[in-house]
């Protein structure tokens, strides 16, 4: 089974107008960490945001909000007022914490594409 | 300050032949990582270290793949007999903290290409 699950290939936004992207997970953790990336078309990969599984209020930096429903094992990064310069690949991935035997790097989802259209 | 730099950017290997790939992380940097990105496809975990001690290697696919960090700074991920298969972006990461849950900074990757 997959542990992060981005069921939405790509998609299309105006600019301006805010965007969800779907994150799932999957673990038998208590403790864990959920992150976004954005990868754009240069290949670097660029940290966004971060939430712990024990944090209790939703995580925010700037234009990103990360709406976390932990019953639901879900972690969308919500876009606000989005941006031409906000086209690229989004990648949610999870940290485990070592009481689960998972690995000790990232897992990461298959991504989202993003465009942004004028 | 200077972020997570790798080199080459660009590899092309025949098959067959042995390549190197470093990476140097961010000054100060206790952890290390290095992830494996096919085309189209999500970062896939090969490695971890902390400083010199490579603490998990669980991702490495095959025993080909041999990954080092001797001084605890520089990394060199090191591929025998490269295969079509082995074809991929290779990314380091690298990260402060100890602690499990903090952010990873990304280098701008190797991208290999094995004919």
């Known amino acids: 089974a997959q542990k992060i699950t981005q069921t939405q290939p790509g998609m299309f936004v105006q600019e301006k107008e805010a965007v969800t992207l779907d994150c799932t997970y999957d673990t038998s953790d208590q403790s864990y960490g959920l992150f976004w990336y954005k990868q754009p078309s240069s290949g670097e990969m660029i940290f966004l945001i971060y939430?712990?599984?024990?944090?209790?209020q939703n995580a925010t930096e700037g234009r990103y909000s990360l709406n976390f429903q932990k019953a639901r094992k879900s972690a969308n990064l919500v876009i606000s007022a989005s941006q031409l310069g906000d086209s690229a690949m989004y990648f949610c991935?999870?940290?485990?914490?070592?009481?689960?035997?998972?690995?000790?790097?990232?897992?990461f989802g298959k991504g989202t594409h993003l465009i942004i259209q004028p | 300050g200077a972020g997570v730099s790798q080199s080459p950017r660009y590899k092309v290997a025949k098959r067959g032949q042995d390549v190197a790939l470093r990476c140097d992380p961010i000054s100060g940097h206790v952890s290390l990582f290095w992830y494996q990105q096919a085309l189209g496809q999500g970062p896939e975990f090969l490695t971890y270290f902390q400083n010199e001690a490579q603490l998990d290697k669980s991702g490495l696919p095959s025993d080909r793949f041999f990954a080092e960090r001797p001084e605890g700074s520089v990394s060199t991920l090191k591929i025998q007999r490269t295969q079509q298969e082995d074809s991929a972006v290779y990314l380091c990461?690298?990260?402060?903290?100890?602690?499990?849950?903090?952010?990873?900074?990304f280098g701008p990757g190797t991208r290999l290409t094995v004919t």
């Open positions: 939430q712990g599984s024990y944090d209790e």
């Open positions: 991935a999870m940290r485990e914490g070592q009481g689960g035997g998972g690995a000790d790097g990232l897992t």
């Open positions: 990461a690298s990260s402060y903290s100890l602690l499990l849950f903090y952010e990873q900074y």
